[in-house]
């Protein structure tokens, strides 16, 4: 069966984006520093992908997403966000998060 890449993509980067918003709480992070950790690892990441992300972040409910008005967004994880980053809830279709293979 082969691999859907642009869905590996997406579910990755989402993944990654949620691990870079716990390792800055409580505050947060602005767009430009979510963008700048993305790209070491999708390297042609675009503005609009990255918000396309967030905001599906922000659907599922795992983070706060505050857009300002130059264009930014601020986002920061919420209760269930983090839950779901410390492996203790289940994790919704649509992240690429790891099996969790440590006790």
Same mark, same amino acid.
């Given at each position: 069966m082969p691999i859907d890449m642009i869905k590996a993509r997406r579910e990755g980067m989402r993944w990654h984006l949620l691990n870079a918003m716990d390792k800055a709480r409580p505050l947060g992070a602005?767009?430009?520093?979510?963008?700048?950790? !993305?790209?070491?690892?999708?390297?042609?990441?675009? !503005?609009?992908? #990255?918000?396309?992300?967030?905001d599906y972040l922000d659907n599922?409910? #795992?983070?706060? #997403?505050?857009?300002?008005?130059?264009?930014h967004w601020h986002a920061c994880l919420n209760s269930d966000g983090v839950?779901? !980053?410390?492996?203790?809830?289940?994790?919704?279709?649509?992240?690429?998060?790891? !099996?969790?293979?440590?006790?």
């Open positions: 602005i767009d430009t520093l979510l963008l700048d950790v !993305v790209r070491c690892i999708y390297p042609d990441t675009t !503005v609009k992908e #990255l918000h396309s992300q967030l599922k409910s #795992l983070i706060v #997403l505050d857009k300002y008005p130059d264009g839950d779901m !980053v410390e492996y203790t809830v289940n994790c919704p279709a649509g992240i690429a998060r790891p !099996v969790k293979y440590w006790d």
